[in-house]
C-alpha cells in the first residue's frame, strides 16, 4: 500500500483513489476493433496526445452512416446508432487537427455513398435533395440558420390557355440542420447553449430534439413562425462539437440534460504537456507528410462496413401485407432494424456488471460531485451499448458470415472502456471546478491579495520569463514577504493561506529557486 504523508489533503486522496478505479489499459488487453485502432493511431500523427477523441471520431462517423439499417433494442423502447460528441480541451492542444483528418475521411465517405445510392435517394424525396450525406458547419445558431425559414416566392403559372400569371407560394428554406451527416460546431461555445437568453432554450430544444430516437417522429424539429404556423426540421444528424472549457459549463451540466445526451470528454491539458506539444510541433516545419493515403485507406474501410452492414440489411425480411396500415408499416421496419444485431449470452449481465463501474467510480465523491455525476449514469449506459453495437459491426467485414452481427461481452468490455474515459474526465474535472466554486468569500478575498501582489510585481517589471514555460513568472518567496506587508499575516498564515488556494497557481523550480504564476482564469 502507498505511504501517505500528512501532505496530502483530503482532496488530492479522493482524486488518486478515482483515478485507479477505471482500468486505462483494458484497450489495449482486449484491442478495439480494427478500423478504429488504426484510425486512432493515424490520427495521433497529426493531433498528438488525444487518442480518446480519435476513437470518438471514428465511432461518430460509423454511428451516422449505419442508423438507418439499424435499431438497438431497449425493452419496448429503441435507439439509433448516432453518437453525439463534445469535446472540451484546452485550446491549442490538437482540437483543429483532430477534425481536418476525421473531416477528410467523413468527406470521403460521404461523396462515395452519395454516389453509389444517388438515385435511392431521388427517387425518396420526390427528386429534391440529391445528396444524403453532407458536413454541416455551424456558423450561425439562429433560429433560421438551423432550422430553416419560410420565404415567398413568385412563380410563374401557365393556365391550359396560355395565360401566364404570378402567384406568391410560400417555400421553406433547410436549415443546416435538416438532413443527414455530421454538424460541426468548432466553437461550441458560441452555440448559444452557454449564455442566459431565450434563445440558449431554444437552441437547447433544437439539439435534444434532434438527438431522440430515430424509430418514431419525435425527432423532428418544430418551429413556430412568429407570422403563424409552423415548420418542421427532419434532422437525422449527428453532433460533433469542439471547445476550450467555458466558464458556464457546470451551470450548464446542471441545468439542462443535453449534454447528458452525449459522449462529452472534458480535458485540461497541463502547461509543460502544451510546452511539449509545441516542442514536438517545431519540428514539423519543413517536413510534407503524405496524408492522403490514410484518408482513402480509412474512407474504404468504413464504405465496406456500411456495404456488409446493407448486405445484412438486405437479408432480412420486412414482414408486411397488403392490409396493413401505414403505422403498422412503419412499425415493421422499426422491428427489421431491430433484428439485425444478436445479442449474445451473458451480454445483459456484462452491460449491468460495467454499468455498476460508473456507480462505484463516483459513490465517494463528494456531495455536489455526486449530484451531478450521477445523472449522466443513465445516458452513459446508453452511449456503452451504441458503442459495443458499433464494435460489433466494425468486426463483421472481417468474420465469416455466420459470425457476423452478433454482439458479445468483449464488445461491451471495448466500449465500456471508452465510456469510461469520457465519464471519468467529466467526473475529475467536476471535482476540481466545483471545489473552486465553493470557495467562501473570505477565502476569494485572501487569493485576491495574493493575485493583486503578482501583478503589481508583474507590471513593476519583476517577474521573469523562464525557458520551456509561458506566462510571467515570479519569486515565490518574493511574493510572500509582499503579501505577508500587505495583509499583515504571519509567515505561516501567509504559507497556509498559498497552500489552501494551491489549485490557482502555477509553480516551477528554476535554478534552485521556485517561482509561481497565477492562473489566468483566475
Given at each position: 500500500?502507498?505511504?501517505?504523508?500528512?501532505?496530502?489533503n483530503?482532496?488530492?486522496?479522493?482524486?488518486?483513489a478515482?483515478?485507479?478505479q477505471?482500468?486505462?489499459?483494458?484497450?489495449?488487453?482486449?484491442?478495439?476493433?480494427?478500423?478504429?485502432?488504426?484510425?486512432?493511431?493515424?490520427?495521433g500523427e497529426v493531433?498528438?496526445?488525444?487518442?480518446?477523441?480519435a476513437?470518438?471520431?471514428?465511432?461518430?462517423?460509423?454511428?451516422?452512416?449505419?442508423?438507418e439499417?439499424?435499431?438497438?433494442?431497449?425493452?419496448?423502447?429503441?435507439e439509433?446508432?448516432r453518437?453525439?460528441?463534445?469535446?472540451?480541451?484546452?485550446?491549442?492542444t490538437?482540437?483543429?487537427?483532430?477534425?481536418?483528418?476525421?473531416?477528410?475521411?467523413?468527406?470521403?465517405?460521404?461523396?462515395?455513398?452519395?454516389?453509389?445510392?444517388?438515385?435511392?435517394?431521388?427517387?425518396?424525396?420526390?427528386?429534391?435533395?440529391?445528396?444524403?450525406?453532407s458536413?454541416?458547419?455551424?456558423?450561425?445558431?439562429?433560429?433560421s440558420?438551423?432550422v430553416?425559414?419560410?420565404?415567398?416566392?413568385?412563380?410563374?403559372?401557365?393556365d391550359?390557355?396560355?395565360?401566364?400569371?404570378?402567384?406568391?407560394?410560400?417555400?421553406q428554406?433547410?436549415?443546416?440542420?435538416?438532413?443527414?451527416?455530421?454538424?460541426?460546431?468548432?466553437?461550441?461555445?458560441?452555440?448559444?447553449?452557454?449564455?442566459?437568453?431565450?434563445?440558449?432554450q431554444?437552441?437547447?430544444?433544437?439539439?435534444?430534439?434532434?438527438?431522440n430516437?430515430?424509430?418514431?417522429?419525435n425527432?423532428?424539429?418544430?418551429?413556430?413562425?412568429?407570422?403563424?404556423?409552423e415548420?418542421y426540421?427532419?434532422?437525422?444528424?449527428?453532433?460533433?462539437?469542439?471547445?476550450?472549457?467555458?466558464?458556464?459549463?457546470?451551470?450548464?451540466?446542471?441545468?439542462?440534460?443535453?449534454?447528458?445526451?452525449?459522449?462529452i470528454?472534458?480535458?485540461?491539458?497541463?502547461?509543460?504537456?502544451?510546452?511539449?506539444i509545441?516542442?514536438?510541433?517545431?519540428?514539423?516545419?519543413?517536413?510534407?507528410?503524405?496524408?492522403?493515403?490514410?484518408?482513402?485507406?480509412?474512407?474504404?474501410?468504413?464504405?465496406?462496413?456500411?456495404?456488409?452492414?446493407?448486405?445484412?440489411?438486405?437479408?432480412?425480411?420486412?414482414?408486411?401485407?397488403?392490409?396493413?396500415?401505414?403505422?403498422?408499416?412503419?412499425e415493421?421496419?422499426?422491428?427489421?432494424?431491430?433484428?439485425?444485431?444478436?445479442?449474445?449470452?451473458?451480454?445483459?449481465?456484462?452491460?449491468?456488471?460495467?454499468?455498476?463501474?460508473f456507480?462505484?467510480?463516483?459513490?465517494?465523491?463528494?456531495?455536489?460531485?455526486?449530484?451531478?455525476?450521477?445523472?449522466?449514469?443513465?445516458?452513459?449506459?446508453?452511449?456503452?451499448?451504441?458503442?459495443?453495437?458499433?464494435?460489433?459491426?466494425?468486426e463483421?467485414?472481417?468474420?465469416p458470415?455466420?459470425?457476423?452481427?452478433?454482439?458479445?461481452?468483449?464488445?461491451?468490455?471495448?466500449?465500456?472502456?471508452?465510456?469510461?474515459?469520457?465519464?471519468?474526465?467529466l467526473?475529475?474535472?467536476?471535482?476540481?471546478?466545483?471545489?473552486?466554486?465553493?470557495?467562501?468569500?473570505?477565502?476569494?478575498?485572501?487569493?485576491?491579495?495574493?493575485?493583486?501582489e503578482?501583478l503589481?510585481?508583474?507590471?513593476?517589471k519583476?517577474?521573469?520569463?523562464?525557458?520551456?514555460?509561458?506566462?510571467?513568472?515570479?519569486?515565490?518567496?518574493?511574493?510572500?514577504?509582499?503579501?505577508?506587508?500587505?495583509?499583515?499575516?504571519?509567515?505561516?498564515t501567509?504559507?497556509?493561506?498559498?497552500?489552501?488556494?494551491?489549485?490557482?497557481?502555477?509553480?516551477?523550480?528554476?535554478?534552485?529557486?521556485?517561482?509561481?504564476?497565477?492562473?489566468?482564469s483566475?
Open positions: 500500500m502507498k505511504n501517505i504523508d500528512n501532505n496530502f483530503e482532496d488530492e486522496l479522493l482524486e488518486e478515482m483515478r485507479s477505471f482500468d486505462e489499459t483494458r484497450d489495449t488487453k482486449l484491442g478495439l476493433p480494427k478500423i478504429v485502432e488504426d484510425y486512432a493511431n493515424s490520427a493531433s498528438r496526445n488525444n487518442r480518446v477523441p476513437i470518438l471520431s471514428a465511432y461518430s462517423l460509423l454511428g451516422q452512416i449505419c442508423k439499417m439499424i435499431y438497438i433494442p431497449k425493452g419496448r423502447g429503441t439509433d446508432t453518437l453525439h460528441v463534445i469535446w472540451l480541451q484546452t485550446s491549442g490538437g482540437k483543429t487537427e483532430m477534425f481536418n483528418f476525421t473531416g477528410r475521411v467523413t468527406q470521403y465517405v460521404f461523396d462515395a455513398l452519395n454516389e453509389r445510392y444517388r438515385d435511392n435517394v431521388e427517387a425518396e424525396t420526390g427528386g429534391g435533395r440529391h445528396n444524403r450525406f458536413i454541416h458547419a455551424v456558423k450561425s445558431t439562429t433560429d440558420a438551423l430553416g425559414k419560410m420565404i415567398i416566392e413568385d412563380v410563374t403559372v401557365t391550359d390557355d396560355g395565360n401566364t400569371t404570378y402567384e406568391k407560394i410560400p417555400k428554406l433547410f436549415g443546416g440542420l435538416e438532413g443527414d451527416g455530421l454538424c460541426v460546431y468548432d466553437e461550441f461555445e458560441y452555440s448559444g447553449v452557454f449564455k442566459q437568453s431565450q434563445h440558449k431554444e437552441v437547447v430544444m433544437y439539439l435534444n430534439t434532434l438527438m430516437t430515430l424509430a418514431g417522429e425527432y423532428r424539429i418544430t418551429r413556430q413562425l412568429a407570422e403563424g404556423g415548420m426540421c427532419d434532422s437525422r444528424r449527428s453532433i460533433y462539437a469542439t471547445s476550450y472549457i467555458p466558464k458556464t459549463l457546470t451551470q450548464v451540466i446542471a441545468e439542462t440534460g443535453l449534454l447528458q445526451r452525449c459522449l470528454y472534458i480535458r485540461e491539458v497541463p502547461i509543460s504537456e502544451q510546452n511539449e509545441r516542442r514536438m510541433l517545431s519540428y514539423d516545419y519543413g517536413t510534407i507528410s503524405d496524408t492522403q493515403t490514410p484518408i482513402n485507406k480509412f474512407g474504404d474501410a468504413f464504405i465496406e462496413i456500411y456495404e456488409t452492414l446493407k448486405q445484412r440489411y438486405d437479408a432480412e425480411p420486412l414482414l408486411i401485407n397488403d392490409n396493413m396500415t401505414e403505422s403498422q408499416l412503419k415493421a421496419e422499426v422491428i427489421r432494424k431491430k433484428n439485425i444485431v444478436t445479442f449474445g449470452k451473458g451480454v445483459d449481465d456484462t452491460i449491468n456488471n460495467e454499468t455498476n463501474k456507480e462505484d467510480f463516483v459513490h465517494d465523491s463528494r456531495p455536489a460531485v455526486l449530484e451531478i455525476a450521477n445523472n449522466f449514469i443513465t445516458r452513459m449506459q446508453v452511449s456503452m451499448v451504441r458503442l459495443a453495437v458499433l464494435s460489433c459491426i466494425a463483421a467485414p472481417r468474420l458470415e455466420k459470425d457476423r452481427f452478433i454482439l458479445t461481452t468483449k464488445h461491451v468490455l471495448q466500449a465500456s472502456h471508452v465510456s469510461q474515459q469520457c465519464y471519468k474526465s467526473v475529475l474535472w467536476l471535482d476540481t471546478a466545483l471545489r473552486g466554486e465553493r470557495l467562501t468569500s473570505a477565502k476569494k478575498q485572501k487569493l485576491d491579495v495574493f493575485k493583486n503578482y503589481k510585481l508583474v507590471d513593476d519583476k517577474s521573469v520569463k523562464i525557458d520551456g514555460q509561458t506566462g510571467e513568472w515570479v519569486n515565490k518567496s518574493v511574493l510572500l514577504l509582499i503579501v505577508g506587508k500587505t495583509a499583515k499575516m504571519s509567515p505561516a501567509i504559507y497556509r493561506n498559498y497552500k489552501s488556494n494551491a489549485e490557482f497557481y502555477e509553480e516551477v523550480k528554476h535554478n534552485k529557486t521556485r517561482y509561481v504564476k497565477i492562473k489566468r483566475n
